[in-house]
């Protein structure tokens, strides 16, 4: 053991002796010097992230904060001090703000407190926070703010200093603050093991902001002191139980700045005190959980079951934003789903479109639809009652849901056709975008109307962005094998690129027997294919007329391809090769399908809106579909058992035994 861990250790172990003394002291201290300031630990930009992502107010940037911070200053009687930061909080401009920098006596804790401010106005939306950084940055009264700074950093207070860190960070680091940086990091070190955990737990909390900018000496020394409080807090672990909800919540955003242990720690403590947490501190940690790239089952477990404990304490706006979250991290419970569509049901005097459709959203990333709750019957209702309110991205989420879930309405034709109606009348105000992705929500539900499909597939090249180019494939296969009063335009595929595709681990074990059953021939089997229909599939095979594998590279294969006069040509499946011959018209393409769990509508057997799309489509371009489901797939134990269920899949698709096969 190095002599730096040892004396860790044995630094802990007194600590811990002595641990309520100093807690109580911390507490009553705390609370004494207690105000109603916020923290940054992850800059405002952080903050208007997560307040788009999660719905947070900024204002409400305390929320991921820990503390109050503790401002003392005995340079200033108490008076003077008030007066003071009456008139720092009643500045409505960064500029008004910098005038009392010429106009009053400063102490750092009173340049702390501008510094902090002028975040605050930085980020109210007010003025472009870009802007406005880069004139402050070169602004003289900063500089003064900064130099006082560094002439007292010892009359701040250990919250007051790390404040102060994160705020010029966010003001930017550069070269003429990086002196006070360096100052504040030796400040903050100087004390970092005698600090309660909750101060300790602020700074960590800014590992976000604090080591994402490379290659500078401040930077170098910000980023080792916030390695240094994690190391303290897993040594403190026992302590970290007592953090506030909002605590907890901010170090698990932070924790892949860290290593596996100190992910493992809050976790523990998560998990501990998820008790504690009411259902707005729940919504806020799976809102964090849904953004980072951390997964317990225990503690989403656990979150369910408080979530379902503390029913009495829901809210609409709470309730739609927590199953959006989990919705995000396609964790199921069919209990909590069904209790939050009988609660939703209840509340539609509160119902509003922005609401609603993030309900929607929320089944449908959860794959989650019974009938018999009648969730789906009374926002269809709805929907179809308020159409003039709803945005159009509002709208796209009600009616993607729809679609992804395969939901009939009632009245289905009388419920599309004032849809279309409605859209109609302003389609062409909308984006490309926007257009591009209602035509495809309602083309899951077969329901994309003749003038949608016009206006998004008259461009001669789709929009460039990869998600829509995939969407435009799709609409493009759909006019052409799915609408046949559709007479174009089309979109020339063979503009568009092929669509990539990585194999799951079940497609990569079910091809990797096929390549086997046909003899080990891997030019009989093409894996991972992208196709211009949009549509991505595991494998693809040639049969001959005597139904035997042939080597697929040697043909030219099929998706649709059309000239810019819009008559169907030949069917492509990638850009031809002029050295492929054309494909016999008895032979037979094998199209090979996986489908997991993700794949189905929970608890069901039926496939999603998107994947039932997908079969449709290829089977209407004339491909015989081998369909392989993870259940039966798993059964098959034994290589025997593979083959054998392999040779059953390509009989059942083709209608015909398959010749060469291995048993």
């Known amino acids: 053991m190095s002599l730096h861990l040892l004396r860790s250790a044995i630094w802990s172990t007194r600590f811990i002796h002595r641990t309520p003394q100093i807690c109580a002291w911390a507490y009553q201290k705390q609370h004494y010097h207690a105000r109603q300031d916020v923290f940054l630990h992850e800059g405002y930009c952080q903050g208007i992230k997560l307040s788009h992502n ?5 204002c409400d940037v ?25 008139m720092i909080q009643d500045t409505k401009t960064a500029e008004e703000l910098l005038h009392l920098v010429d106009t009053n006596e400063l102490t750092s804790v009173i340049a702390s407190r501008i510094i902090h401010t002028l975040v605050q106005h930085c980020f109210s939306g007010k003025e472009d926070s870009k802007k406005l950084i880069q004139k402050l940055s070169n602004d003289p009264r900063v500089q003064k703010l900064y130099k006082v700074l560094m002439g007292n950093v010892k009359e701040l207070s250990s919250n007051n200093m790390i404040r102060s860190l994160l705020n010029t960070y966010t003001l930017k680091l550069n070269n003429k603050n990086r002196a006070v940086v360096e100052t504040l990091v030796e400040g903050i070190r100087s004390g970092l093991r005698s600090m309660d955990v909750s101060v300790v737990s602020n700074l960590v909390c800014g590992a ?38 909002h605590a907890l919540i901010g170090l698990l955003q932070v924790s892949n700045h860290f290593p596996q242990s100190f992910q493992t720690v809050v976790a523990d403590a998560l998990l501990g ?39 009495d304490q829901w809210q609409l706006p709470s309730v739609a934003k927590f199953m959006r979250a989990l919705g995000e991290l396609c964790f199921h419970n069919q209990d909590l789903a069904k209790q939050v569509a009988e609660f939703v049901v209840t509340k539609q005097s509160e119902w509003t479109p922005s609401l609603i459709s993030q309900i929607a959203k929320a089944y449908s990333l959860l794959r989650i639809h019974v009938p018999e709750w009648g969730l789906f019957d009374q926002i269809c209702e709805y ?43 302003r389609f062409d105000d909308y984006p490309a975008e926007t257009k591009i992705k209602l035509a495809s929500a309602l083309m899951l539900s077969e329901q994309v ?52 595709h990585q194999s799951s681990a079940l497609g990569r074990s079910v091809v990797q027997a096929l390549k086997e059953a046909v003899g080990g021939n891997n030019k009989c089997v093409k894996t991972s294919v992208g196709t211009t229909l949009g549509y991505k599939i595991d494998a693809l095979v040639l049969l001959d007329e005597n139904s035997k594998p042939v080597a697929v590279d040697q043909y030219q294969l099929s998706g649709v391809q059309s000239n810019e006069s819009g008559q169907k040509l030949q069917e492509v499946f990638e850009i ?21 769990p993700k794949e189905r509508i929970f608890d069901k057997d039926e496939l999603t809106g998107r994947y039932n799309l997908q079969k449709k ?47």
């Open 383 to 425: 929907t179809a009652n308020h159409l003039d309110d709803f945005s159009s991205l509002e709208l796209y989420l009600v009616l993607y849901a729809f679609g992804e879930l395969g939901y009939k309405p009632k009245n289905e034709a009388e419920f599309y056709q004032s849809v279309t109606a409605y859209l109609e009348s």
């Open 273 to 311: 005190s998820l008790h504690k947490f009411s259902f707005v501190d729940l919504k806020n940690l799976t809102t964090v959980m849904s953004n980072v790239p951390f997964r317990s089952p225990a503690i989403l477990r656990a979150i369910m079951y408080q979530a379902m404990q503390l029913s």
């Open 449 to 500: 109307p003749e003038f949608m499909l016009k206006d998004v597939l008259q461009h001669k090249k789709p929009a460039g962005a990869v998600f829509q180019d995939v969407l435009v494939m799709r609409l493009n296969a759909h006019a052409h094998l799915a609408c046949p009063n559709y007479s174009g335009p089309y979109v020339d595929s063979t503009l568009i690129p092929a669509v990539s």
């Open 62 to 86: 305390r929320t991921f904060c820990t503390t109050s911070a503790p401002i003392t200053d005995n340079s200033i009687n108490e008076q003077e001090t008030d007066d003071i930061y009456r």
């Open 208 to 245: 976000g902001l604090l080591k994402s900018t490379k290659g500078s000496k401040g930077n170098n020394l910000a980023s080792g002191l916030v390695d240094e409080a994690a190391h303290i807090l897993q040594l403190r672990q026992r302590e970290i139980d007592r953090l506030r909800p």
């Open 54 to 58: 999660t719905g947070f107010a900024l």
């Open 576 to 596: 031809l090769d002029i050295h492929q011959k054309p494909l016999p018209a008895e032979y037979q393409r094998i199209a090979v399908l996986t489908w997991s």
């Open 617 to 663: 489509h290829l089977q209407l371009a004339g491909y015989k579909l081998m369909e392989v489901d993870y259940q039966e797939w798993n059964r098959a134990k034994t290589k025997f058992q593979q083959l054998s269920l392999i040779k059953f899949k390509l009989v059942e698709a083709t209608r015909r035994k398959v010749e060469n096969i291995q048993e």
